[in-house]
């Protein structure tokens, strides 16, 4: 299984990118869009983007895989987010100075209580040894996921801590072409970053079971990589996004040597998200779901437990299995 850089770093675009007003846009809606430019981003440059391993970008919640408890735990992310009336210092500072440089934060008054399992993501910024908010003014972080959390039941559905297992969905390891749902020991998974996908993640964009029956699967960082990925300029990705089977998908992420990721969304090149038909759902999948060979007893009414019955099938597209929880 693949396993390239982790989430736990602010991601920067590809290209240089610009703020382009909609003052037609509803209310509700962003008046604004990020679009990029034809400038690839210094920051790309100097973690040598040319060399870097372009990867799918997975439409998901991100996820956390670390010791909790003396054993291997999914860790849901929660930002640590400023109250009421920091966030209002904060936007009036950066409404008059137009970034956030220079704002005075106080870490113990102006941000609303985490839960005491927090923890901060590893790559944050630390000042006097207290974490340090983005400029967003958030402070990026992971909460444990307990096996009864109704919080997370999602997330808990692809976990199962008595037998410290995770539900994967990766590239098969022997067919190209061909998509994987198996099980991968929790600890195989320790220090990682990786997507949760599915039914109620994100408005599902992949078509994923229903409401009646959810389906979700997590997806490592870096697991789908881009075998035929369009020349780094902007009007190459542009139409190998737009024109091409492969490009039907949300983002590139490009894992580079150094460790740093950096990253491209269709938005940015003013594509639209989710589409009809994206690339994941495209590939047929089996389920090589061997837990019956371990003689695991999973509790009845849960994903191990039905996909443990369907070992060894396999179907045209991940929508077309159909959970009967």
């Not at 299984?1 to 003052?23: D, I, N, Y």
């Not at 869009?33 to 440059?45: G, M, Q, R, S």
Request: hydrophobic fraction near 35%; include cysteine.
């Amino acid at each position: 299984m693949s396993r390239l850089g982790s989430v736990q770093q602010k991601v920067a675009c590809l290209f240089v990118t610009q703020v382009k007003e909609e003052p037609s846009a509803k209310r509700e809606r962003q008046p604004f869009k990020v679009l990029a430019t034809e400038t690839i981003n210094p920051k790309a440059l100097d973690a040598d983007i040319y060399s870097a391993i372009p990867t799918e970008k997975v439409d998901g919640t991100c996820c956390y895989i670390t010791t909790h408890k003396g054993q291997p735990y999914l860790w849901a992310r929660l930002d640590r987010k400023p109250n009421k009336q920091a966030e209002k210092r904060f936007k009036r500072f950066v409404h008059s100075a137009g970034d956030s440089k220079g704002f005075t934060w106080n870490i113990e008054d102006d941000f609303k209580p985490v839960p005491e399992c927090w923890i901060p993501t590893k790559e944050i910024e630390y000042c006097n040894g207290k974490p340090f908010p983005d400029e967003n003014g958030h402070i990026p972080g992971w909460v444990p996921v307990e096996q009864n959390s109704k919080q997370y039941c999602w997330h808990t559905s692809v976990v199962d801590y008595e037998f410290e297992l995770a539900l994967i969905l990766k590239n098969h390891t022997e067919e190209p072409g061909l998509l994987e749902i198996s099980l991968v020991p929790l600890s195989d998974l320790s220090e990682q970053t990786l997507e949760l996908i599915g039914t109620s993640i994100n408005a599902n964009p992949y078509g994923l079971g229903d409401k009646k029956h959810p389906i979700h699967f997590l997806v490592p960082h870096g697991t789908f990589q881009i075998k035929n990925a369009p020349p780094l300029n902007h009007d190459d990705i542009l139409s190998w996004f737009d024109e091409s089977k492969e490009g039907k998908i949300e983002g590139i992420v490009w894992h580079c040597a150094d460790g740093n990721l950096i990253k491209l969304h269709r938005h940015h090149l003013g594509l639209c998200w989710p589409i009809v038909d994206p690339h994941l759902i495209s590939q047929p999948v089996v389920i090589t779901f061997s837990g019956a060979k371990y003689n695991y007893n999973f509790e009845p009414k849960t994903l191990f437990h039905y996909f443990s019955k369907l070992e060894g099938q396999r179907f045209n597209s991940l929508r077309d299995i159909v959970s009967n929880l």
